[in-house]
């Protein structure tokens, strides 16, 4: 098939998956932290407040944009468009699955396969801190040019440690293209322990994968380290002065980030598409036995309505899982949606830890943060790239 | 496609370099050097070269003008102000910078042998593999010795940086 032409249908695909995400990742962290607290969170849009992402980009695009006075035109709206192109480019070279055959196409799950993935990532999203920094220094406003200020020394000290952490595993895959980084990691210890980055003998990359999550967190500005926006201080931080779709393309560039580096920590640490335990044990019927357990879930409870209502939903919701526990049982679709399934669970799982810390844990002082990132995080790191490059030396061939 | 896509971000480059003198505030002039460093970084990238391509953008657009950025947003630098010059610097200059680029090219053109015609994608060595083979084998003395300049410039900075403390 046309090269053009697939590469339209795949970024069409990616897109509309991506937007998706990002508006209910919004939804399922408001969620989550109200449940943490006790709360419902959104209920009034829609059933369980699903409606609630569409209601807010109704909001955003309709509210007035205020620009304020004495800003720097040019550079005002240049930086949520800067913060959000870099935000989103950076899935282009994300591999989803492994290379599928769709009625006699070859094509792997990707929009591109570069063979410097890895540092395309880190070059992007180094150009991030753009966005952010001129937000902050073309606002006019004290409080937005310190929360910029703020935000690019902190994401410049926490590439460091991240990037580190990145190279350790590297050294032991040996490539900086994504699609072999995950097929390096698809062989099985004894069988049944599997080969990612984090369980790897002889030196399991643990500590790099701990360092460059806590890492990710201070790069996209996320609690514990979202100082940039702390409210006490700083009002809302660079985006103080931004109001309707250039706050929004902050806000969007915020998530687009967190998905970018979950996707970074799976395709590095945790095997990608890769299942737990190999296909000869079963792990293809994982996806069908959750399903079918959700589907049991919704039986019982509709069996025993807590409210009237559920009588008629829960049936509903039953039968659907049901249908899509089958949907994993044809073996036609089973190559392209079981990689689609591991891959979604682990940046799903990871993306699940970022909105539970953001419920947990309370903010650092900035001198704090620097500190945490060059006297601890930085030696951390360095310790174990060290020790990594040692274990590479001596077990090379 | 190869040479439109050239001339493109050659064209960027350029523009952003005149940009860069032209402009008065110092955040402008920066962000046009950040706009010159990325179509370097895409020519880099078009030539076959990925490796620097993503080197120059880390390095450069991503860490070293993002701390001149930090910089002058933390002096809170305002817009320069044009000094008055003497007349004849500036009827002069144009034509004088004319006239160094013309002659600069008259002796390339004749002394330097003629080089073959580049052709895109001819260059296969580009890949991190193929640069870290020759930094580690044939540039083995010179990547050591840049590597130990470095070093000393970092120690000299937190000489320089670092508060007297009786």
Known sequence: MNYLLLSLIKTAVVVGVLMHTLAYLQWIERKVIAHVQLRVGPRRVGPHGLLQ???????????????????????????????????LISISVIPFGPIINVGGVKTGMELTDLNIGILFILGISGMGVYGVALAGWASNNKYALLGGLRSSAQMISYELPMALAIASPLLILNTLSFRQIVEKQSFYYFGFIPNWSIFHSPFPQIFAFLIFVIAAFAETNRVPFDLPEAENELVAGFHTEYSSMKFASFFMAEYANMVTVSCVATLLFLGGWQPPFPVQYGSGYIPVIIHLIAALVCFYHAANPARPFDRITLPVFGVLFLVIAGVFLIPVLQPVLLPLFWFGAKVGAILFVFIWIRATLPRFRYDQLMKFAWLFLFPVAMINLFATSLAVALTAK | MDQILFLLFAGIAVLCGINLVLQSHPISSALSLVGVMGALALLYLQLGGEFIAAAQ???????????????????????????????????????????????????????????????????????????????????LLPFEITSVLILIAIVGAIVLARKEIE
């Open chain 1, 53 to 87: 992402p569409l209601a807010d980009v109704i909001k955003l695009i309709t509210k007035e944009g205020m620009m304020p006075s004495h800003v720097n035109k040019v550079f005002y709206l240049l930086a949520p468009f800067i913060a959000v192109t870099f935000a």
């Open chain 2, 57 to 139: 953008l880390i390095v450069y657009a991503g860490a070293i003008m993002v701390l001149f950025i930090f910089v002058i947003m933390l002096l809170n630098a305002g817009k320069e102000r044009a000094v008055p010059r003497y007349l004849w610097v500036r009827w002069a200059g144009l034509p004088l910078l004319f006239a160094f680029i013309a002659a600069m090219a008259y002796i390339v053109q004749r002394i330097l042998p003629p080089s073959g015609e580049v052709k895109f994608g001819a260059f296969t060595l580009g890949s991190a593999e193929a640069i870290g083979t020759r930094l580690f084998t044939t540039y």
